[in-house]
């Protein structure tokens, strides 16, 4: 048996590829368009490992994904690829329409013309599972209630819509064409390979490097965090018992305010890597121009997981995030690879002279 991993040299992608060979034997086929956020060295650990074969190439070739599928016969596709970051989304809206709309459709009809080929046997195993995001519910007030899997659908940037619209492409294919999909709703996720265009591996990365730490607005935006590889355990959970056409959210039950994030992750820096100085790292918290359609507040309810499939999530938010920045400060190689070249014209497009 094999699975099918797109977008798995990607931050939550390649963890996923990396805990799926500690736990099985049972190979991964890896097809990754490596744009800016696919990097190989994530899997550096799989050099040489026969059970994984890596594919550059993209979910929007129909050609190669149906002779990827047909070679290798895979029981399960798993498509994380996609356009991931909702400031590059804002700044350029195209890519995300071209791989999170159009790459999933033609991913999808790939797999439809394969899986209508399969035998009995072979279709009843089979399954597309669709890695989303919360952020497709658009946005809570204070008060409201966390989002369940029947929340209607708000989305409220480009990166949101597109993420929509590849949730419902993928819905229709089950209801229209009896494809067995699953589709897993999740929220932040932070850990090891998290790129830093994103708030959490960017504060550390500027922090260490006596940068500003740009926070958006008034920086009480909140966020509901969950460790990366308990997002990876919620997919393989999901994948083997979860309910055909069904929607699964995942989260850690962890809201937090952006504010308190940096301010923890001041902290434990503080104390790992203390500043030379000997003031805070807090001294570098820099308040930016927000967000346009800044979302407020996302807030994940996993109840459904936990009660259908028993899925919890391992870490807290402060066994996590402190595993995360320890994380950065033992592979500043490569932080400092992905931080060069391309990584640097983002940074001055989006944050000016801020940084
Ligand atoms: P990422 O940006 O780190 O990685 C995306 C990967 O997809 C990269 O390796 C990239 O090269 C690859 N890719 C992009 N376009 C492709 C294409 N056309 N064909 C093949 N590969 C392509 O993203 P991530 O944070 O790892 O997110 C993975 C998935 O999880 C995405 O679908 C995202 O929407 C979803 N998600 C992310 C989070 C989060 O907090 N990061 C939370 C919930 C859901
Ligand atoms: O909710 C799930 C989503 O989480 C995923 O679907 C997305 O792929 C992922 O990128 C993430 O989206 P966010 O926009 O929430 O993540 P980001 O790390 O970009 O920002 C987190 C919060 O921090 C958000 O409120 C914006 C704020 N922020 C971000 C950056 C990069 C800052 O205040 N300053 C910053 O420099």
């Known amino acids: 048996m094999t699975i099918l991993v797109t977008g798995g040299a990607g931050f939550i992608g390649s963890n996923f590829v990396l805990d799926w060979l500690a736990q099985s034997d049972e190979p991964v086929i890896n097809l990754d368009a490596l744009t800016y956020a696919g990097n190989l060295e994530n899997l550096a650990a799989l050099d040489g490992d026969t059970r994984h074969t890596f594919i550059k190439g993209s979910i929007d070739d129909f050609d190669l994904v149906s002779r990827l599928l047909a070679e290798h016969q895979p029981r399960a596709v798993v498509n994380f690829a996609a356009e991931s970051h909702v400031d590059r989304s804002i700044h350029g ?19 439809r ?5 399969l035998g009995n046997e072979a279709k009843n195993a089979f399954r597309f599972l669709h890695v989303s995001t919360d952020e497709v519910y658009g946005s809570l007030a204070k008060d409201d209630p966390a989002f369940t899997e029947t929340h ?15 949730d419902h492409l993928v819905r229709a294919y ?7 999909v699953l589709t897993t709703n999740c929220s932040n996720n932070y850990g090891p390979y998290h790129f830093p265009e994103k708030l959490i591996p960017l504060v550390i990365h500027n922090a260490l490097a006596g940068k500003p730490l740009p926070i ?36 850690g039950w962890n809201e937090k305010p952006n504010l308190d994030v940096v301010h923890t992750l001041c902290a434990i820096l503080d104390e790992l890597s203390p500043r030379a100085d000997g003031h805070s790292y807090k001294a570098q918290i820099t308040f930016v121009q927000d967000r346009p359609g800044h979302d407020r ?46 990584y640097k014209q983002w940074v001055g497009k989006q944050y000016g002279s801020c940084t």
């Not at 013309?113 to 080929?117: F, I, P, R």
């Open 152 to 166: 209607r659908y708000e989305p409220n940037s480009p990166y949101s819509a597109s993420k929509a619209a590849s």
């Open 113 to 117: 013309a394969y899986y209508g080929q």
């Open 93 to 111: 809206p195209e890519d995300f329409i071209q791989t999170n709309i159009v790459g999933t459709f033609r991913l999808l009809e790939a797999v």
């Open 297 to 342: 507040r996302y807030a994940i309810d996993a109840s459904k997981l936990e009660r259908e499939l028993g899925w919890k999530p391992a870490e807290t938010f402060e066994t996590g995030i402190r595993k995360t920045v320890q994380w950065y400060l033992d592979n500043q190689a490569w932080v400092a690879n992905v931080t060069s070249g391309a």
């Open 174 to 180: 089950h209801h229209t064409y009896g494809l067995p």
């Open 216 to 251: 958006y607005g008034d920086g009480q935006q909140i966020r509901d965090w969950l460790y990366v590889k308990d997002h990876c355990s919620a997919i393989r959970r999901v994948l083997e018992a979860g309910k055909l056409g069904e929607v699964y959210n995942v989260g």
